[in-house]
């Protein structure tokens, strides 16, 4: 062999050992970007195989689970289920039910049994789980049985169907599973229903809220997380604060009060910011960040940190559909397609620390008293007479001199 073809063979083998020491180059993680921003943490990609244990098969309250996130890192998925996450769901249990020979009404029977242990009930919600990483068993198992329900989906309620919840309510008290064979509704739906819509609702105020009422739930939301040296997103108990409202507003108007409203004025020292140009271009960047393939995938909570958290999630959805709107088209685009199109058309930079900083809260009194004095303007032109209402009268003081 020439000396050429040695060195070549050599150079060979040595590449290729490289090669097998080498570690795997690994696909970006999801929620990364090529700019490495401390606004921006990338985050690990997975959990450990013991947290994915733990999640699969231990049911744990929320609580329990929000400590593990805190305290070992355990990465969880809350909020509604992705329709990826949704078809994953659908097809393990698809899976389980060909694989275990069940039929549509035994695989029912297997969702609805009363008492979630035994080896095959835990082996099916172990399954259902393992199809969607990051999501707890209990998570899952509300979801299913929430989707599975042969009184699900009924649609609005009608108002006998009111008055035959408030009936079993009160015959059987708020145990949910007994009033949903009375009322022929899922036990959530019935608790949901009685909860956010039905009790007191004979003392429940509608419409605009007061600003004696606002700065009563800002005062009470205070109690139960500022003053306790918890921060303003803290969770409270809302059928808590509506009853220390005297119950005239229900759980859940307190709740989205609060976080779609009266939350950002207290952040912002009592001044109530607008969306701005520069919100537009953090949400564009950052829902490009998180790396999904479906709207339905966004995780909402998640676009928050400390340096941008006065909106709430539900506002940045809502923003985000406004956003999408005047594009032609984006109903058929995939998400990749249309944030290249936004980032475009709203000059998003690719660096974070590119996008100016926020207004203090010196300029947002300024702005605020700006348009204040344009309000009080228009109302106050609006008060005016109009010129043809000047020339009317006088026509009419003429033809009077007239007679």
């Given at each position: 062999?020439?000396?050429k073809k040695?060195?070549k063979?050599?150079d060979?083998?040595?590449s290729?050992?490289?090669?097998?020491?080498?570690?795997?180059?690994?696909?970006?993680?999801?929620?990364?970007?090529?700019?490495?921003?401390?606004?921006?943490?990338?985050?690990?990609?997975?959990?450990?195989?013991?947290?994915?244990?733990?999640?699969?098969?231990?049911?744990?309250?929320?609580k329990?689970?929000?400590d593990?996130?805190?305290?070992e890192?355990?990465?969880?998925?809350?909020g509604?289920f992705?329709k990826?996450?949704?078809?994953?769901?659908r097809?393990a249990?698809?899976?389980?039910?060909?694989?275990?020979?069940?039929?549509?009404?035994?695989?029912?029977?297997?969702?609805?049994r009363?008492?979630?242990?035994?080896?095959?009930s835990?082996g099916?919600?172990?399954e259902?789980?393992?199809?969607?990483?990051?999501?707890?068993?209990?998570?899952?198992?509300h979801?299913?049985?929430?989707q599975?329900?042969?009184?699900?989906?009924q649609?609005?309620?009608?108002?006998?169907?009111?008055?035959?919840?408030?009936h079993?309510v009160g015959?059987?008290?708020?145990?949910w599973?007994?009033?949903?064979?009375?009322?022929?509704?899922?036990?959530?739906?019935?608790?949901d229903?009685?909860?956010?819509h039905?009790?007191?609702?004979?003392?429940?105020?509608?419409?605009?809220?007061?600003?004696?009422?606002?700065?009563?739930?800002?005062r009470?939301?205070?109690?139960?997380?500022?003053?306790?040296?918890?921060?303003?997103?803290?969770?409270?108990?809302?059928s808590?604060?509506?009853?220390?409202?005297?119950?005239?507003?229900?759980?859940?108007?307190c709740?989205?009060?609060?976080?779609?409203?009266?939350?950002?004025?207290?952040?912002?020292?009592g001044?109530?910011?607008?969306?701005?140009?520069?919100?537009g271009?953090?949400?564009?960047?950052?829902?490009?960040?998180?790396?999904?393939?479906?709207?339905?995938?966004?995780q909402?909570?998640k676009?928050?940190?400390?340096?941008?958290?006065?909106?709430?999630?539900?506002?940045?959805?809502?923003r985000?559909?406004?956003?999408?709107?005047?594009?032609?088209?984006?109903?058929?685009?995939?998400?990749?397609?249309?944030?290249?199109?936004?980032?475009?058309?709203?000059n998003?930079?690719d660096?974070?620390?590119?996008?100016?900083?926020p207004?203090d809260?010196?300029?947002?009194?300024?702005?605020?008293?700006?348009?204040e004095?344009?309000?009080?303007?228009?109302?106050?032109?609006?008060?005016?007479?109009?010129?043809?209402?000047?020339?009317?009268?006088?026509?009419?003081?003429?033809?009077?001199?007239?007679d």
């Open positions: 062999m020439s000396k040695k060195k063979a050599t060979a083998k040595a290729a050992s490289a090669s097998k020491q080498r570690p795997a180059v690994r696909p970006p993680i999801p929620g990364s970007t090529s700019n490495s921003t401390s606004s921006l943490p990338t985050p690990k990609s997975v959990n450990t195989p013991e947290h994915t244990h733990v999640l699969s098969t231990k049911w744990l309250s929320s329990q689970l929000n593990l996130v805190e305290t890192g355990l990465l969880l998925k809350k509604k992705s990826i996450e949704e078809n994953a769901i097809e249990i698809e899976k389980y039910r060909v694989e275990h020979n069940l039929t549509q009404d035994e695989l029912t029977d297997l969702i609805f009363k008492h979630k242990g035994g080896e095959a835990d099916f919600w172990q259902a789980t393992l199809a969607v990483p990051q999501r707890g068993v209990t998570g899952v198992y979801y299913v049985k929430r599975y329900h042969p009184l699900g989906k649609g609005k309620w009608s108002d006998d169907e009111d008055e035959a919840l408030l079993a015959d059987l008290g708020q145990a599973e007994k009033v949903s064979e009375q009322v022929g509704r899922p036990a959530s739906d019935c608790r229903r009685y909860r956010n039905l009790v007191h609702r004979d003392s429940r105020v509608v419409g605009k809220w007061s600003a004696e009422e606002e700065a009563e739930l800002t009470i939301v205070r109690e139960q997380t500022l003053d306790k040296g918890k921060s303003a997103d803290s969770d409270v108990f809302w808590v604060v509506s009853e220390k409202m005297g119950n005239k507003r229900s759980r859940q108007q709740r989205m009060k609060w976080t779609d409203s009266l939350n950002r004025v207290v952040k912002s020292d001044c109530n910011p607008r969306w701005s140009q520069r919100d271009l953090l949400l564009v960047q950052r829902v490009a960040a998180l790396n999904v393939n479906h709207d339905s995938e966004i909402w909570t676009l928050n940190d400390d340096s941008w958290n006065i909106w709430s999630a539900h506002q940045l959805q809502r985000w559909e406004r956003l999408k709107r005047p594009v032609k088209g984006h109903e058929q685009m995939s998400l990749s397609e249309l944030l290249e199109i936004l980032k475009d058309k709203k998003v930079p660096d974070p620390n590119e996008i100016p900083p207004p809260a010196d300029e947002l009194r300024a702005k605020e008293d700006r348009r004095k344009r309000r009080q303007r228009k109302a106050h032109a609006a008060a005016l007479p109009s010129v043809r209402d000047l020339l009317q009268d006088e026509l009419v003081e003429s033809e009077d001199n007239d």
